[in-house]
């Protein structure tokens, strides 16, 4: 990925662009400003979470977060892939992300090219690119459709037609559970 999109995304951008699963819109899930210009972009349900792609299972020490060995066990399985799972998050100054849920869902996707660009932007908020509850963009142009001028870039990968990520719980008993079923399959 070119050094424009690294330094964009780091100082607060937003931008669309192709992700593991569907473009997504993506900017900093550290930066309370990125997270809700992206809320009123995407025209969201300001009670919603939103995906929080990880570039390492290290990253969600970042949220505060700290699985017992049994959990980080599961996650090894299940990751890096097009899973998002739902993991408890209950610092208060996170409330921005997960709205009031005190859980937030995190993916560490698969492709070493997400995974670096991730390792040099840290965490980005990555919901698929479109309004809430209109069809998610499969091209750039349908993307600028929804958001025209309004975000900082669109990086074109041609037709993105990818499954949404599996949504997966993981209960104090350290099973998952597997709340929608998407790109891949959860035993």
């Known amino acids: 990925m070119p050094l424009v999109i690294t330094q964009t995304l780091r100082r607060g951008g ?5 992700t593991d699963t569907l473009y997504g819109i993506v900017g900093s899930a550290l930066n309370k400003r990125t997270v809700l210009r992206i ?10 979470p939103m995906i929080i792609l990880i570039g390492s299972l290290a990253d969600l020490k970042k949220f505060g977060i700290s ?6 066990k599961l996650l090894t399985g299940l990751w890096p892939n097009a899973v998002s799972v739902i993991l408890p998050c209950p610092v208060k ?11 937030l869902a995190f993916r560490f996707p698969k492709p ?30 349908e993307a600028k459709k929804y958001f025209a001028d309004k975000v900082d870039m669109y990086i074109d990968a041609g037709r993105c037609t990818g499954k949404p990520s599996t949504l997966v719980r993981i209960t104090p008993a350290g099973e998952a559970v597997v709340l929608r079923r998407g790109a891949v399959r959860v035993a």
Not at 14 to 18: A, I, K, R, Y
Not at 115 to 140: F, Q, Y
């Open 67 to 72: 699985l017992p060995t049994t959990h980080y």
């Open 39 to 48: 809320y009123k972009l995407r025209k969201r349900n300001p009670k919603k």
């Open 14 to 18: 937003v931008g669309v662009l192709p």
């Open 112 to 141: 070493k090219w997400l995974r670096d660009l991730l390792k040099k932007t840290g965490p980005l908020v990555a919901p698929s690119a479109n309004w809430e509850g209109h069809p998610p963009a499969a091209t750039i142009r």
């Open 93 to 103: 100054k996170f409330a921005y992300l997960h709205r009031g849920t005190k859980t």
